[in-house]
């Protein structure tokens, strides 16, 4: 599945799953520009790869078209052009009943989850459409498709709903052009955010009896599917959501 010489964006590219798609597209021959809101993050990432002269840190608020528009510039003037997108970038808000939540709460999910979204995409197209030939691969949750009783996250689950339909819709406008667009949805991935659950032996337990397979899910486990759905070997897949979950979802 290699990706010699093509040039990828990452956006959340300091977190956990930014960081292992970016060391992944890496390790398969991409150039890489990280983005995020947290220069050390991804100056940090750069720092702990040995090669750095293809990577590209670039801070960003992805909810601002002029930040967006300066990192496809750093991006061309570095790499040349633009192949890949990965929207990754997303917050999720502690637990709160929708009634209860403020209109600032609200609307820091919908810019950041959808706006950046959209924004990075417009961005990119215009390039990749030149060239007719470019891959989107977009990030939504398992929350974008179903609800979880007891866990109120109404409007994270609206946005990443949106990611789903905004995927197809990109897919369906820009396949003439030779562009796929896809999008990966995963189930709950080792992160800062759970890790103190997995210090508790019972709550660990509890946490990974409700897979099938009986484990939360890697940062690999995304990463892996962001490099395939860029690679040749997926070269007629577009529009699709790809559900990595450990089998939560077939229950």
Not at 38 to 49: A, E, G, P, Q
Not at 61 to 76: P, R, S
């Amino acid at each position: 599945m290699s990706l010699k010489g093509k040039v990828a964006i990452v956006t959340g590219a300091g977190g956990g799953v930014g960081r292992s798609t970016t060391e992944r597209l890496l390790k398969e021959g991409c150039k890489v520009t990280l983005v995020g809101r947290n220069r050390s993050k991804l100056t940090k990432v750069i720092s702990d790869n040995d090669n750095s002269s293809n990577l590209l840190a670039v801070s960003a608020d992805i909810t601002k078209e002029a930040e967006v528009l300066n990192v496809i510039e750093q991006t061309i003037s570095s790499f040349d052009t633009v192949d890949i997108l990965v929207n990754n970038a997303g917050v999720l808000n502690d637990p709160i009943p929708f009634h209860q939540m403020s209109e600032d709460q609200w609307d820091n999910l919908i810019s950041t989850n959808l706006i950046g979204t959209f924004q990075m995409t417009k961005a990119v197209l215009p390039i990749i459409i030149d060239k007719k030939n470019g891959n989107i691969v977009n990030i939504s949750s398992l929350l974008g498709i179903r609800a979880i009783p007891n866990v109120p996250l109404s409007i994270y689950g609206a946005t990443k709903a949106g990611i789903i339909m905004f995927t197809k819709s990109i897919a369906v406008e820009y396949g003439p052009y030779g562009i796929r667009c896809n999008c990966i949805v995963p189930s709950t991935i080792r992160s800062p955010m759970i890790e103190p659950y997995l210090q508790d032996e019972k709550s660990k337990e509890l946490l990974e009896s409700s897979f099938p397979l009986r484990r939360i899910g890697n940062t690999s486990d995304i990463s892996g599917a962001v490099v395939y759905l860029c690679s040749d070997d997926a070269n007629w897949i577009t529009g699709i959501t790809l559900t990595i979950d450990g089998g939560f979802s077939a229950k």
